[in-house]
């Protein structure tokens, strides 16, 4: 299934595009698309029955917002340097383990609203990412059969990042991945069932129309599966957790001088193979 939330921000209502690309409305069915759903059998089996059926109201989605497909996320780990090509174009030796950082889930907004360029930036740059979503509370998992079965579905994911902030400006990443709007999300969560494989998908973005990223997730250092499981032997992860797993080579940082930041008035499109496609335009904070 291809769920989402769409309305105004902060009054979003659940939805479902069907097979045949038609939006539908969910609100009749389920109160919303977060976490707890994700966990209830139950609640999933009625909205596929109601999928199935033919029979949900249609909405009109000319000029209708569409927000972040997931509602009420705990948290949000991300994965540092996870592509061998990305690693390769900014001179990094490929990780030993998993580099692992948080966004907060505040800095979520959805897959076409405005992103902001911080006060005093020069670098913020763009990265296409696969983001998991899971859906089975996980800990210390064991095998990654075990935790590819915690994902309940995928989504994509801007991990919009301020470098300076990031690399220069003393402790760790934090700074420069926090900032307003810098994790924008969707347009879908599709759900695991019709991923038949999260290391076969490919990655783009564009700024200002020119292709800059294109990529697949078969390069990854660390696979989908062994993310979730490694993750979970030093946290938990609930159900509405979401993790970003890292982007392909094509970045701003990896560039020659003078390396292409992104500025106020530029706009960024990106997509994930059938995950759906974003776009934004970037404005001052």
């Not at 383990?97 to 948080?102: L, M, N, Y």
Request: hydrophobic share 40%.
């Amino acid at each position: 299934m291809k769920l989402l939330r769409v309305g105004t921000a902060g009054s979003e209502r659940p939805a479902l595009l069907d097979a045949e690309g038609i939006l539908r409305d969910l609100s009749g069915v389920v109160p919303d698309i977060d976490g707890a759903l994700l966990a209830d059998d139950a609640a999933l089996g009625r909205v596929r029955a109601a999928a199935e059926s033919g029979e949900l109201p249609v909405l009109d989605a000319d000029g209708l917002r569409v927000g972040p497909p997931l509602a009420r996320i705990g948290k949000i780990v991300c994965i540092g340097l996870n592509y061998h090509d990305h690693a390769r174009e900014t001179g990094a030796e490929p990780p030993a383990e998993p580099v692992i950082f948080f966004k907060a889930a505040d800095t979520v907004v959805g897959p076409d609203d405005t992103v902001l360029v911080p006060r005093g930036s020069v670098k913020t740059d763009w990265e296409v990412e696969l983001a998991v979503v899971i859906g089975r509370t996980a800990r210390y998992l064991e095998s990654h059969e075990e935790a590819l079965a915690r994902v309940a579905g995928y989504a994509v994911a801007h991990d919009v990042s301020e470098r300076e902030f990031q690399i220069e400006r003393g402790g760790t990443w934090d700074k420069g991945k926090n900032c307003e709007t810098f994790n924008p999300l969707g347009p879908w969560l599709v759900t695991a069932d019709e991923v038949s494989d999260p290391q076969d998908l490919s990655l783009k973005l564009w700024v200002n129309g020119e292709l800059k990223q294109d990529g697949t997730t078969a390069e990854q250092i660390f696979s989908v599966a062994e993310v979730v499981r490694y993750v979970s032997r030093f946290m938990t992860l609930y159900p509405g957790d979401v993790i970003n797993t890292g982007t392909p080579a094509g970045v701003a940082l990896g560039q020659p001088e003078p390396k292409p930041y992104l500025r106020a008035g530029d706009v960024v499109e990106l997509e994930i193979g059938g995950l759906g496609r974003q776009r934004q335009e970037f404005k001052p904070a």
